[in-house]
């Protein structure tokens, strides 16, 4: 039992897919880490209990 070999339309997708794929890792890599200096930063803290005292 042999495989065909892959068509050559489906490498170029393959690539494209892992291009995009790569692209949206690191934007949520971005966003998280943004996220994570947003709220382990003071003035976060200050401003979440100011709130709460109001």
């Given at each position: 039992?042999?495989?065909?070999?892959?068509?050559?339309?489906?490498?170029?997708?393959?690539?494209?897919?892992?291009?995009?794929?790569?692209?949206?890792?690191?934007?949520?890599?971005?966003?998280?880490?943004?996220?994570?200096?947003?709220?382990?930063?003071?003035g976060f803290r200050?401003?979440?209990?100011?709130v709460e005292?109001?």
């Amino acid at each position: 039992m042999s495989f065909q070999p892959e068509h050559e339309l489906h490498q170029r997708r393959k690539g494209r897919n892992l291009g995009v794929g790569l692209v949206l890792a690191a934007l949520i890599a971005i966003i998280f880490g943004l996220t994570y200096v947003k709220v382990t930063s003071q003035g976060f803290r200050d401003s979440a209990t100011s709130v709460e005292t109001q």
